[in-house]
C-alpha cells in the first residue's frame, strides 16, 4: 500500500496542533504543513514553536521528520497531496462591502487559486477553516475553473478544538464533524476523511452530514457558547444590584441537565480569534438572507460582551472615588484565557485601552503572553510597563485588575502583595479566580463579578 499523503496549508493556532495529533495517530500517512510565513515554517521546525499550548511539544517531537514536516514549499506540497487541508485565517473583512461583519475570504481564495495552479491530479480539498455557509460552492467553482478539467471533491470538516487544550480537545474530541456532497463521488471523499479520524476517534463520534449543515454548524456552534458566556454576564450585572451570587445562580441553574453546567462562568467577557468574528459573521450572513431579526438577535450577544469589559472599568472608576488619573494598576493577565499566549480580541485589550484613557498607568504581567500584549498596546497612548514578575508588577499599584484566570495567579502571597500595595488596596477580580474571602480579611477592597466580597 502507498502511504498517502496529506498537506495542510496554514501552519497557525489550528493547522499546527491539528496536523500534528493526525501524524502522531496515523503513522501511515504523510503529513506536511505549509505556510507563506517563513519565521512561522522556521519556528515549527525549531526547538521554540510558534505557539504555546500544553502537550503540543511533546507530540511534535514524536513526529517531526517522521511523518510530519513543516515547508514553505507549497507548489511542491500540493502537487504530492492526495487530501489537502486548509486551515488558512478567515478574519473579519476590514474593508469594502461587508466591512467589520463578513469573513475576509482573500486567503481562502489564493489558496483555492494555487492549488488550480500546481496540481496535476484532481485531489479532496477539506475546509478546516472557519467559513461563511456556502463558501464550497465558490471553492468548487474556483477549483473546477482549472483548464486541465480535473475535478476535485470538497469536504467541510470544521475544527472545535479550544485554545489551551488544543490536545486534548483533538485526541479526544467530543464529535469530529464531516459534511459533503450528496453524490457518490462526495460521499466516497466523506469516507477518505473518516478514515483519517476513524484512527483515533471511536466511529459513533464521526459524523457526516451535508456540506451545508457542515460548514453552518461551526458558526453555530461557536454562537451558542458565546451566547452563553454573555447571558451569563448579563445576569451578572444584575446580581450586582441584588446580592444574588453569580457563581451560586449559574451553579443552581447549570444542575438542570438540560442546561448543564459548562461554560457559565462570569468573566470581564469572551475574547479569542473566532467567538466574535464567527458571530458577526453570522449576522452578516442573516442580513445578507433577508433575515434582520435573526442578525439582531445574534449581534446582541456581542453588545452585551462589549458592555462586560465597560461594566467592569465603571466599577473600577466608581470604587476608586472616581478616578485612577495617574494611579499604577496591576494588570493580572493579558492573555484572552488561561493556558494560552494568545491575545486576540482578549478582553484585556478593552480594558486596559479604557483604562490608559482615564490617564492610569499600567503595569501587565502574564505567564505567556506579554510579547503579544507589547504588540497590541504598541500603539495606545500612556504609561505601560511589562513585568515579568507578578511582584514587580504590585509594587506601588492602587489596584490590581486580574483579567485572566491563570492558575498561578491563586498561587501568588497576596499578604505580601499587599504589603507591597498602596493603600487602600483595591482588587478587581474578572475571572472570580481568588477566595475573595481571604483577600478581605488581608485588607483588601475586593470587587468580583456578580457577587458581593
Ligand atoms: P492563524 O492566523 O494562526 O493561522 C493561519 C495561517 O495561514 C497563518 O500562518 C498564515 O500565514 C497562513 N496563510 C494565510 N494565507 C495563506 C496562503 N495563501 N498560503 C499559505 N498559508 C497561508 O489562524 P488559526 O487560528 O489557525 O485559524 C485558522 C482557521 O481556523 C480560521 O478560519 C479560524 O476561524 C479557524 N479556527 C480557529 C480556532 C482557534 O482556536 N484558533 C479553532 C477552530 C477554528
Ligand atoms: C472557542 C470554542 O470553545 C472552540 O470550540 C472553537 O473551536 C474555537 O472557539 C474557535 O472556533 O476558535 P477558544 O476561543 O479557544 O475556543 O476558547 P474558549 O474556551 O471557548 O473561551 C473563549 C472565551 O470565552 C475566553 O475568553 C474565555 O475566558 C471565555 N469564557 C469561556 C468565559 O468567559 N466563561 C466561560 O464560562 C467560558
Known amino acids: 500500500m502507498t502511504t498517502k499523503k496529506i498537506l495542510c496549508i496554514g501552519a497557525g493556532y489550528v493547522g499546527g496542533p491539528t496536523m500534528a495529533v493526525i501524524a502522531d495517530r496515523c503513522p501511515q500517512y504523510q503529513i506536511t504543513v505549509v505556510d ?13 514553536l510558534p505557539i504555546y499550548e500544553p502537550g503540543l511539544e511533546e507530540v511534535v517531537a514524536r513526529c517531526r521528520n517522521r511523518n510530519l514536516f513543516y515547508s514553505t514549499d507549497i507548489p511542491k506540497g500540493i502537487r504530492e497531496a492526495d487530501i489537502i487541508f486548509v486551515s488558512v485565517n478567515t478574519p473579519t473583512k476590514t474593508f469594502g462591502c461587508g466591512a ?11 489558496t483555492a487559486r494555487a492549488i488550480v495552479e500546481y496540481a496535476d491530479e484532481g485531489k479532496i480539498v477539506v475546509e478546516k477553516s472557519t467559513l461563511p455557509v456556502r463558501t464550497a460552492q465558490a471553492m468548487s467553482r474556483i477549483l473546477h475553473s482549472n483548464p ?12 472545535f478544538l479550544a485554545e489551551g487544550t488544543a490536545i486534548n480537545d483533538l485526541e479526544n474530541p467530543d464529535r469530529v ?13 466523506i469516507e477518505e476523511v473518516v478514515a483519517i479520524y476513524a484512527n483515533w476517534v471511536p466511529r459513533e463520534r464521526i459524523i457526516t452530514t451535508n456540506l451545508w449543515s457542515s460548514e453552518l454548524t461551526k458558526l453555530v456552534s461557536n ?26 445562580v449559574t451553579a443552581a441553574a447549570g ?30 450572513l442573516c442580513g ?9 438577535y445574534w449581534e446582541q450577544v456581542v453588545r452585551m460582551n462589549d458592555y462586560q469589559a465597560r461594566r467592569f472599568v465603571g466599577n473600577m472608576l466608581a470604587a476608586m472615588f472616581n478616578t485612577v488619573a495617574d494611579k499604577k494598576i496591576a494588570i493580572l493577565g493579558f492573555a484572552f484565557k488561561a493556558n494560552t499566549g494568545d491575545t486576540r480580541e482578549s478582553p484585556a485589550i478593552a480594558v486596559c485601552c479604557q483604562l490608559l484613557e482615564e490617564h492610569a498607568r499600567l503595569r501587565i504581567h502574564d505567564p505567556k503572553a506579554l510579547g503579544n500584549a507589547r504588540l497590541d498596546l504598541e500603539d495606545a497612548e500612556g504609561d505601560i510597563s511589562y513585568c515579568e514578575d507578578p511582584y514587580d508588577a504590585v509594587k506601588g499599584a492602587h489596584a490590581i485588575a486580574l483579567l485572566t484566570e491563570w492558575d498561578s495567579f491563586r498561587k501568588l502571597d497576596f499578604r505580601r502583595i499587599y504589603d507591597l500595595m498602596e493603600k487602600p488596596a483595591f482588587l478587581f477580580d474578572g475571572r472570580n479566580l481568588l477566595d475573595h474571602r481571604k483577600l ?11 457577587q458581593k466580597a
Not at 467589520?100 to 489564493?110: C, F, I, N, P, V
Not at 445578507?288 to 439582531?296: D, F, M, S, T, W
Request: net charge neutral; aromatic share 10%.
Open 100 to 110: 467589520g461583519r463578513a469573513a475576509d475570504l482573500q486567503y481562502l481564495e489564493k
Open 148 to 159: 486541465k478539467g480535473l475535478k476535485f471533491q470538497i469536504i467541510s470538516n470544521p475544527e
Open 255 to 284: 444542575r438542570d441537565s438540560r442546561i448543564g453546567a459548562k461554560f457559565l462562568k462570569a468573566s470581564i467577557g469572551f475574547g479569542g480569534s473566532c467567538f466574535k468574528k464567527d458571530i458577526l459573521n453570522l449576522v452578516y
Open 440 to 450: 478581605y480579611e488581608i485588607g483588601f477592597n475586593v470587587y468580583p463579578i456578580g
Open 36 to 48: 507563506l510565513n517563513e519565521k512561522r515554517i522556521a519556528a515549527w521546525n525549531s526547538d521554540e
Open 177 to 189: 464533524l464531516i459534511g459533503g456532497m450528496e453524490t457518490p463521488e462526495g460521499q466516497r471523499a
Open 223 to 248: 454562537a451558542l457558547l458565546a451566547q452563553r458566556v454573555s447571558s451569563v454576564n448579563s445576569i451578572s450585572a444584575l446580581c450586582e444590584k441584588t446580592e444574588a451570587n453569580i457563581n451560586e
Open 288 to 296: 445578507y438572507y433577508g433575515l434582520p431579526e435573526v442578525a439582531e
